[in-house]
């Protein structure tokens, strides 16, 4: 069976980090582009990162960039998100998603979600 | 970056009728579209890439339509378990973007 599962996920002060992990498990990591979205409470979907299959190229919404790193451990199956600085407007649920394809149109497998609260 | 509108914001309908949600795009994007499909609490759920190709395991009543700038997720006879907030996303320009949602609800 195909299936994400991500952790990292807690609460944390304004300035913070915090490192969420995805593992996969079903198909050929290696072989698929792989992404983060979020959702603050009550709100709709935002597209944070996207990493390629081997890692060589990542993408940001602007955002983030420069604040969160996205990776990717092929070995181990796992993506990875790096954040840094955290702010409150940061506080959503983090899904990692699969595209269909190594940089497909749509992302065809998701996670159940992890979440991040940034609050004193 | 492409913005995606997406309308009506909220749709109440019965179950049995046809649904028909919009999604605009503020530049083309080929057909490079998807639609979700999201539950309270649940991830979302891919139900149609390229602007018109249903996801694995997606009912037939599910389509989408359109190319360039107006896209359309037509449900054609609405069940019960199809209440929940739709997105459409691009993958035509970085950054890839989520249009605000259209809630379908229970008239």
């Known amino acids: 069976e195909v299936q994400l599962l991500e952790s990292g996920g807690e609460l944390v002060q304004p300035g913070g980090s915090l490192r969420l992990s995805c593992a996969a498990s079903g198909f050929t990591f290696s072989g698929y582009a792989m992404t983060w979205v979020r959702q603050a409470p009550g709100k709709g979907l935002e597209w944070v990162s996207a990493?390629?299959?081997?890692?060589?190229?990542?993408y940001y919404a602007d955002s983030v960039k420069g604040r969160f790193t996205i990776s990717r451990d092929n070995s181990k199956n796992t993506l990875y998100l790096q954040m840094n600085s955290l702010t409150a407007e940061d506080t959503a649920v983090y899904y990692c998603?699969?595209?269909?394809?190594?940089?497909?149109?749509?992302?065809?497998?998701w996670g159940q979600g992890t979440m991040v609260t940034v609050s004193s | 970056e492409i913005v995606l509108t997406q309308s009506p914001a909220t749709l109440s309908l019965s179950p049995g009728e046809r649904a028909t949600l919009s999604c605009r795009a503020s530049?083309?994007?080929?057909?490079?579209l998807a639609w979700y499909q999201q539950k309270p609490g649940q991830a979302p759920r891919l139900l149609i890439y390229?602007?018109?190709n249903r996801a694995t395991g997606i009912p037939a009543r599910f389509s989408g339509s359109g190319s360039g700038t107006d896209f359309t997720l037509t449900i054609s006879s609405l069940e019960p378990e199809d209440f929940a907030v739709y997105y459409c996303?691009?993958?035509?320009?970085?950054?890839?973007?989520f249009g605000q949602g259209t809630r379908l609800e229970i008239q």
């Open positions: 998603a699969k595209f269909q394809a190594n940089w497909g149109i749509a992302f065809d497998i």
């Open positions: 996303q691009q993958r035509s320009n970085w950054p890839i973007t």
């Open positions: 990493i390629s299959g081997t890692g060589g190229s990542t």
């Open positions: 390229d602007a018109s």
């Open positions: 530049q083309s994007v080929t057909t490079y």
